[in-house]
């Protein structure tokens, strides 16, 4: 086990004139779940790949355990990574797959086999032993995978969205494997992803990049209750935070029709931004009578999840749209008019201009 830091990391790749990896610095506590979140291209892998020697550093120090390993192969690392597309040799059996990196390095016959049991075990692989690739499904061959990284007993494990080419349900379980394992060998973990539902529910802390660099780093509810930017809050959430043109007016906020009473707080930091945007979560908005403080919409879809009811509702005096969530029982159609109050204490100010949250 071990800790992970990145300080100024930067990837450019040959002919490319931007930085694929901008300046990248985060530090990995030792035993921690770091999940790297981001839309497509925005550099997660490209670091992940930093990280595990696969690709050189351009710019910048990526050292384990207090050790600077800019210059060490990637092999002298002690790092498993396991990836999308999981590459097991076709012609071994399960049980082959797994000690083939131990074999290896030489280690001995007994300890192989040991080792190799236990993994097996813990991935529910002991009755596939014998099996070649071939006559396991994708989520037996992910586990295999995942078990030949295990047995290694590496100080820290790589993970490139490992679980992509499972169907839902296989995800959701494989994915609860993986927390429990991550509890019960405690080692540092760097996870890469596009699935914010997999960031969420995985990470101790939660990484999100775009364009090669670092937006926000934080525990995941931290992170989703506290955006810092209007893209972290734009990529967080389904459906993601509203997000809504205002202006001030002495202490109120405009937005459309509504004029919201700010806490003072709030309006001391609106005050000092030209143009602002105000922000809540669909969940925080409470169906009510007409008023002062609630936005007047008109439903234009309704979305009854079961377990909820997602309802998408036009801001009267704007084109802005937004999104409520509702009670399972909600009874709305289109066309419904609905006046809704958010919650002040959980909603957030933007700067329009620079895009940043105020406060
Ligand atoms: N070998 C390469 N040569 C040149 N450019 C590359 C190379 N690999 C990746 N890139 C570019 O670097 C940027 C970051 O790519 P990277 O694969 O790290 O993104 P990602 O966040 O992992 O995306 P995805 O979610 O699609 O896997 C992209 O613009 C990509 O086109
Ligand atoms: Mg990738």
Redesign the pocket.
């Known amino acids: 086990m071990a800790t992970v830091t990145l300080d100024q990391l930067c ?1 450019r ?4 004139t ?1 930085l ?2 901008d300046h990248v610095s985060l530090a990995v506590a030792h035993g921690e779940f770091m999940v ?1 979140l ?12 930093m990280i595990a020697g696969l ?1 050189a550093i351009s710019s910048g120090e990526l050292a384990i355990d207090g050790r600077v390993v800019n210059e060490v192969p990637s092999k002298d690392r002690d790092i498993a990574m396991v990836f999308q597309s999981y590459a097991l040799y076709p012609h071994m059996t399960v049980r082959d797959n797994l000690g083939f990196g131990l074999r290896r390095r030489g280690i001995d016959k007994t300890e192989i086999t040991r080792r190799v049991q236990d993994v097996a075990a813990t991935l529910g692989l002991g009755v596939l032993l014998d099996r070649k690739p071939y006559a396991l499904s994708g989520g037996q061959r992910q586990r295999v995978a995942l078990g030949r990284a295990i047995v290694r007993d590496p100080k820290v494990f790589l993970f ?2 490992p679980l992509s080419n499972l169907d839902a349900s296989l995800r959701v379980s494989t994915r609860g494997e993986l927390i429990k394992l991550h509890r019960r060998l405690g080692a540092t973990m760097i996870y ?1 992803t ?1 699935d914010q539902v997999e960031a969420m529910t995985m990470g101790s802390r939660i990484c999100i ?1 775009d364009k ?1 660099r670092v937006v926000q780093i934080g525990a995941p509810l931290e992170v989703y209750r506290r955006p810092a930017n209007l893209f972290v809050a734009g990529f967080l959430g389904n459906p993601p935070m509203n997000l809504m043109p205002a202006r001030l007016e002495g202490d109120r906020l405009v937005i459309g029709a509504a004029r919201l009473a700010l806490p003072p707080e709030l309006a001391r930091d609106a005050a000092s931004a030209p143009g602002l945007v105000f922000g809540v979560r669909p969940e925080d908005l409470a169906v009510g009578e007409p008023g002062d403080d609630a936005i007047a919409t008109e439903v234009t879809a309704v979305e009854p999840l079961g377990a909820e009811t997602i309802a998408l509702l036009r801001i009267d005096g704007s084109e802005a749209e937004m999104t409520a969530r509702l009670g399972r029982d909600a009874t709305v159609s289109v066309a419904d008019r609905l006046h809704l109050r958010p919650d002040l204490a959980k909603a957030r100010l933007f700067d329009a201009a620079s895009g940043n949250a105020l406060g």
Do not use: I
């Open positions: 990837k790749y040959e002919r490319s931007d694929a990896v790297l981001g839309p497509s291209g925005c550099g997660k892998s490209t670091t992940l790949r690709e490139d969205e890469v596009h990049m090669g």
